[in-house]
DNA sequence: TGCAGCATGTAATTTGTTACATGATTAA
DNA sequence: TTAATCATGTAACAAATTACATGCTGCA
């Protein structure tokens, strides 16, 4: 196999955009959109990611495109799968270890929670409160995710979407008192006991 | 100011250096033990972006350190942060947008579990179980997040891992039944209806 | 008049990961 | 003797983000 280096076998924007393309032909655009939507929340991607990945997908032969005139508006290029790239979603799809990071600024800046005062604390909570309950309120708009026939991996992954964004809530909310109650800083302590 | 590019006011691997000195003076080794513990689930980083960032900070005059020779093991570079660090640090603590990602190769396989047949869904959802459970008994028994004397952040994030870790588990238990079940594949269909 | 939406792409930059390189000690 | 722990670092690579670049239409 003549790959341009080694040809990936992960679930990264390539595959992903490949599996979109089971569900039909769609151009980077709408791609962009279900990226905003359903998939943004768990595997996000801009056009920066998803343009040059359907150009290597294009020259792999896992896809062909059309160009399609608009009158009025700039020409799509519509992208569908071939049978190659079918193939090769499946190698990915088959991945027993697939992972599932969390990089989060938000609990890190928690982490030092000692070494803020009460005013940062609470208007960084309260955002993300804010930041949640409009997650909550989009992942219920989505007909992609909740209609009857959605397939049921949407349906899994849009209720694991709410169920844990309810949770994120819940436990911010019965614990964020503890942040801001008062706490000696002791800079060094813990370590000078070692 | 005169900093190699722009200076960041952003939580990233330095600025968690940064605030883990404030516990007291520590070396790479010790600060990729702590990423490994109790900070990995959260903001994983490893001794090549530490040592780097580290690098960066001493140049920078954020951090100090100091050659500590051992004898029978190899030296030790003891960092401690300087006053210069500490307001930088405060900057980057100082941060209300303060994000929280999630890259989950997991979910977007699962996106496509009408692809795929009931062997391979089940075998990746065993082994994230397996996965969770692991972490739960790990994030029990580190002393720096879960005793009194503990910083209240770390107390907070700790117990955010726990209880996030323990509803991922269970969303998962309750609702795999819906991911094996069977459906007709009907690629194109949904695309077709627009 | 100005902005939002449609639509594509490249280039520069940032950031992190993985592999490489070294080398002594200690316990199994 | 084999692996693990201690301990630091660089270089190559992969990947994603951000900014840049273009340009028309329709609405407020």
């Given amino acids: 196999m003549a790959g341009p280096s080694r040809w990936n ?24 959109k279900c990226f905003e939507s359903s998939f943004g ?13 359907l150009a290597t997908l294009a020259r792999n032969g896992m896809v062909e495109f059309e160009n399609v005139l608009q009158s009025g508006k ?52 309260d955002r993300k409160l804010v930041e949640i309950d409009a997650f909550l309120q989009l992942i219920d708009e989505f007909p992609d995710c909740n209609s009857d026939s959605a397939p049921k991996g949407a349906r899994f992954v849009a209720g694991f979407g709410r169920h844990m964004a309810t949770q994120f809530r819940e436990y911010i909310e019965n614990n964020r ?18």
């Fill in 9 to 32: 076998e992960i679930m990264d924007v390539k595959t992903v955009c490949l599996g979109m393309l089971t569900d039909g032909p769609a151009s980077g655009y709408d791609m962009k």
């Fill in 41 to 53: 929340h768990f595997f996000p991607a801009g056009y920066g990611s998803i343009y040059p990945a």
């Fill in 74 to 125: 700039p020409d799509r290029k519509v992208y569908s799968i071939t049978e190659k790239g079918r193939k090769e979603l499946m190698k990915g799809l088959i991945n027993p270890n697939a992972t599932h990071r969390i990089r989060s600024e938000f609990l890190a800046v928690l982490w030092f929670a000692h070494l803020m005062n009460a005013e940062q604390i609470d208007e960084m909570i």
């Fill in 177 to 194: 008192a503890l942040l801001v109650e008062d706490e000696t800083i002791e800079t060094g302590q813990r370590a000078a006991a070692r």
